[in-house]
């Protein structure tokens, strides 16, 4: 009799369907900038991106990340990072262990944080060297992060070594694998260089997860903008809600004005259909890079928007294009431009949003601090008073 119940309990327990929630469609709310490696992220080693030193501690790296952060806030309203992580990064313990200090001072302010995994060296060929390691190293991130509200997932960046299949599989059994990870925090890279999400946004595996594209210029010969707009929108199929641009960007160093609606320049072209997308779709994205990428013989990537100075902690960050970072703040939901424009005023020490707290209307409503979300409360205008 007590073997049949057990038998009975088992197949009933079996027949149970876990339901995870929806991801959070306000990808509008990802207003962000990758933190990158001088060099690029494809690392047989650690991963130390520009502005750390593999020598620095924990304090030390969270004294510099709040110090860039801080910049970042104040410059262009950012509320998340994406960061790079591989098995070497996870594996070295102390170095691991000085490196979460980004990741920790960024989840203190309330920022998001998606920690992405990049293959183990360029000549991987968009594929996972070692399965195994890549397992230990997520279940590693995963219990030490899956808690925190504010720490995404992404398990691949640029599969483009696998055919749409063996991805979605490969993601799928990451899923069931890292349980400890909410589905509603992951974000699945699309087919090729992240860079289509139709398959992904039909397969029903992944109907609880963000999803991660990225599009760039250098991907695809020259268009106009109106069809750069088309195929964009295209390549997001049905899941745009979904979707957050991870990676896109442009040259910040060569003087190109991105606000020129009439420019015949393919990046400015670009940029502006990628921000109207974004725009039209309430999407949020992390522009490539904030800091750090490929150098070429200038010495930082040309596509970074931020240019680094300073040392030790004190590390600032100045915008390399003013309508670069413009574009981008018109991608997020921004007004840009015109006489009726309106601010978020930031407060330096902490990268939180002045707002009138309640929100009312009445005279004498306090004012105070908070994440900023881009409610009208936290909008500002300047005004001339009349004296110069």
């Known amino acids: 009799m007590l073997i ?3 038998a009975t309990a088992l197949a009933a ?5 876990v339901s995870t929630s929806p991801a959070n469609a306000a990808t509008s709310q990802f207003r962000g900038m990758n933190w990158a490696v001088l060099g690029d992220n494809f690392s047989t080693g650690t991963l130390v991106v520009q502005g750390l030193s593999q020598s620095d501690s924990n304090a030390t790296v969270r004294a510099k990340a709040n110090a860039l952060y801080d910049d970042m806030a104040s410059t262009m309203g950012i509320n998340t990072v994406r ?3 591989n098995t070497h990064t996870v594996a070295n313990t102390t170095w691991w262990n000085a490196y ?3 990741i920790d001072a ?6 998001k944080v998606i920690l992405a995994y990049w293959e183990d060296g360029a000549a991987s060929g968009g594929r996972i060297i070692n399965l195994a390691a890549w397992n230990s190293m997520w279940s590693s991130v995963t219990n030490t992060y899956g808690s925190n509200s504010n720490v995404y997932f992404e398990p691949m960046n640029e599969p483009h070594g696998y055919s749409s299949a063996e991805w979605r599989n490969i993601a799928a059994n990451w899923l069931d694998y890292h349980y400890s990870a909410p589905a509603n925090r992951v974000l699945i890279g699309g087919t090729g260089y992240s860079q289509d999400l139709r398959d992904i946004c039909n397969d029903s595996r992944f109907n609880s997860t963000l999803l991660s594209f990225h599009h760039y210029a250098f991907f695809y010969s020259a268009m106009t903008y109106d069809a750069f707009r088309s195929h964009i929108q295209t390549r997001l199929g049905n899941c745009a809600s979904r979707a957050v641009a991870t990676e896109f960007g442009a040259p910040m160093s060569t003087g190109l004005n991105y606000g020129d609606a009439n420019s015949t320049d393919n990046f ?7 921000a109207q997308v974004m725009r039209d779709n309430q999407m949020g994205g992390t522009y490539w890079p904030a800091l750090g990428g490929k150098p070429g013989n200038i010495g930082y990537d040309w596509y970074s928007m931020y240019a680094l100075s300073g040392s030790g902690t004190d590390l600032n960050l100045t915008v390399r294009n003013t309508s670069g970072a413009d574009r981008i703040r018109y991608a997020w ?8 424009s309106t601010y978020r005023i930031n407060v330096r020490h902490s990268g939180k949003a002045m707002e009138v707290q309640q929100p009312n209307t009445d005279n004498g409503a306090r004012v105070g601090q908070y994440t900023y979300n881009g409610n009208a409360w ?3 205008q300047f005004q001339d008073a009349g004296s110069g």
């Open 378 to 380: 936290q909008q500002w």
């Open 268 to 274: 400015v072209r670009h940029i502006r259909a990628m």
């Open 13 to 17: 327990a079996a027949s149970l369907t």
């Open 4 to 6: 049949a119940l057990v």
């Open 333 to 340: 939901g921004d007004t840009i431009g015109g006489g009726d």
């Open 100 to 102: 979460r200090g980004a």
């Open 106 to 111: 960024a989840t203190a302010r309330g920022w």
């Open 83 to 85: 960061l790079p992580i």
